[in-house]
């Protein structure tokens, strides 16, 4: 089992950034897949970023790529994500997820742990 908490959500104006941050606690000394996930008001969840193990790879969401970046400390068990240039709809709850194994998945179904999210509201 791995257990997750996020930090660093909040309130920031369009062009704003914000870092969050997820630790991770449990059984981490197996490889295991970090993501971010996000849900807006009155949609369904999607992702937005991941990042292996080792932090070689990295994969991104179009709606997100070149903005935002997505970055592991391995010794202190946390990935974070660094949100640049925010614009309104980026304003959801981010959750952080993770999987064991390598594979840099997308499908929400593939992330067998999950935190309580962290909100992030981008004023126009």
């Known amino acids: 089992q791995v257990q997750l908490v996020e930090s660093g959500g909040g309130l920031v104006q369009t062009g704003g950034s914000l870092r969050l941050s997820c630790a991770a606690s449990?059984?981490?000394?197996?490889?295991?897949?970090m993501g971010w996930f996000r849900q807006a008001p009155g949609k369904e969840r999607e992702f937005a970023a991941a990042i292996t193990g080792s932090g070689g790879s990295t994969k991104y969401t179009n709606s997100v790529k070149g903005r935002f970046t997505i970055s592991r400390d391995s010794a202190k068990n946390t990935v974070y994500l660094q949100m640049n240039s925010l614009k309104p709809e980026d304003t959801a709850v981010y959750y952080c997820?993770?999987?064991?194994?390598?594979?840099?998945?997308?499908?929400?179904?593939?992330?067998?742990?999950w935190g309580q999210g962290t909100q992030v509201t981008v004023s126009s």
């Open positions: 997820a993770a999987r064991y194994g390598s594979n840099l998945y997308s499908l929400e179904k593939k992330y067998d742990f």
């Open positions: 449990g059984r981490t000394d197996s490889g295991y897949v």
